[in-house]
């Protein structure tokens, strides 16, 4: 961190502090008030991180359990526990024992 008396002595690097100053409603001219400026933003920093954790922790571990129960659902067309097989029978080219030779 550059100290307030620093700046101050470089014209261009006042006339840049005065005017981001005005714009952040900070002194850059005060040491203290600097230091403060940071603290608080790490601290909102760090509390924008663990929302984000709170948020995304429980959403991966839905999606993972939803992805877990479609992915067999969706590549079988049946629900997990299902034992109803998706082999397709033979198609016999004759006809079906009940359907008699007049209905034809």
């Known amino acids: 961190m550059v100290p307030g008396d620093v700046l101050a002595a470089v014209p261009a690097a006042r006339e840049a502090a005065e005017a981001e100053g005005r714009r952040l409603r900070c002194d850059f001219f005060d040491d203290e008030a600097v230091l403060k400026m940071l603290r608080l933003r790490h601290i909102d920093e760090m509390q924008l991180h663990y929302a984000g954790k709170r948020l995304a922790y429980p959403t991966a571990i839905i999606l993972f359990g939803l992805f ?33 030779s007049s209905e034809r």
């Not at 629900?79 to 024992?97: D, N």
């Open 68 to 100: 877990a129960y479609w992915g067999p659902t969706s590549s079988t067309g049946n629900p997990p526990g299902t034992r109803i097989s998706t082999t397709r029978r033979p198609v016999s080219s004759s006809p079906p024992s009940w359907c008699s």
